[in-house]
């Protein structure tokens, strides 16, 4: 049974991995209950996986990052449907900017 | 060599005090060195594992892209609220097991995953439904299999960011503020216990002058 990852997205996102056989999703309306849909994911100790498409992630950016330095859940950031969005920093990135203390082209 | 490190508080000026601070910086040297080691190493694993993480990424990206083609498909010829019931009742195609294995002091996760044959688990009748509900559930599938494969390896990116920038710290912390301290006592212990000899020696000559003097008289 897949109740090990949760989703956290749009309502054609949420379905399409509802079909895939994901059986915890929400669908939030605005930040606040975006906000509470990871927290109560991050709590659910067989939750390992938390997928949230980027534009709810960017919403709620801080509560990612603080929920990143626990070993578990892994949270996996997936464009919507209309694709990457454009202007985001990608999370690899900044991880890089962080270790080696340098900007790297291609990431 | 900085001033700004100071002494260490406390310490005595005695050649005690001055053989246990060279032992010290012995072991700090070798603890640099260590650490050093350790940071090359990691830097080198993290550089290896990134641009896997990024030719992943890309995987799951385009295949998420035919998978929301696919289903924006199905939900022409299904219509969306067909699409939302048939979800409701889907059971999981893809497990995987937890487990944690460890690179370099740092735990990272795997996902095992223990993927079954996919015709058994259909669940929906597939008489009802049509080709292209079919296709979406399948693309989707392999969309959630790269999905997990990621969350994975970049679980492991993160962490070995994390344990570099650790790492780092220490190296720092024993390059510019330990070795630089310990190096300053012991200067400072050195040049007391030649002031010590000097005043002794000065000391020694009075009190012979002295003697002298008296031996005369």
């Known amino acids: 049974m897949t109740d090990k990852i949760a989703i956290i997205g749009d309502i054609d996102t949420v379905v399409g991995f509802r079909l895939a056989g994901i059986l915890k999703s929400d669908i939030p309306t605005d930040p606040a209950s975006t906000r509470r849909a990871l927290l109560d994911f991050s709590r659910d100790s067989d939750v390992s996986i938390i997928i949230i498409t980027e534009p709810l992630a960017e919403d709620i950016r801080e509560n990612i990052e603080e929920i990143s330095q626990r070993p578990y859940p892994v949270i996996v950031e997936i464009p919507e449907k209309s694709g990457r969005l454009a202007k985001k920093e990608s999370p690899l990135r900044r991880l890089v900017k962080r270790a080696i203390g340098v900007e790297l082209e291609g990431f | ?217």
């Open chain 2, 1 to 217: 060599m900085s001033e700004s490190a100071g002494i260490i508080a406390g310490v005595r000026p005695t050649r005690m005090e001055l053989l246990a601070l060279k032992e010290r910086r012995e072991l700090a040297a070798r603890g640099y060195e260590l650490l050093r080691e350790k940071q090359d190493a990691l830097v080198r694993e993290f550089f290896a594992i990134l641009s896997e993480a990024k030719k992943y990424r890309e995987e799951m990206e385009t295949t998420l892209a035919e998978a929301f083609s696919s289903f924006m498909e199905a939900k022409l010829v299904e219509g969306g609220a067909k699409l939302e019931e048939l979800s409701l009742g889907a059971r999981s195609p893809i497990d995987f097991e937890v487990e944690t294995r460890n690179t370099m002091g740092v735990s990272v996760p795997i996902f095992r995953i223990t993927q079954q044959n996919e015709e058994h688990h259909l669940h929906y009748s597939l008489a009802s439904t049509s080709a292209a509900v079919d296709k979406a559930t399948q693309k989707v599938r392999s969309a959630l299999d790269k999905v997990v494969r990621l969350a994975e390896i970049e679980a492991t990116v993160k962490r070995l960011a994390a344990e570099i920038e650790k790492t780092k710290r220490r190296v720092n912390a024993l390059n510019y503020v330990v070795l630089p301290r310990i190096n300053n006592t012991i200067r400072y212990i050195e040049l007391m216990l030649e002031e010590q000899e000097r005043e002794d020696l000065f000391r020694m000559k009075r009190v012979k002058a002295m003697l002298e003097r008296k031996a005369r008289m």
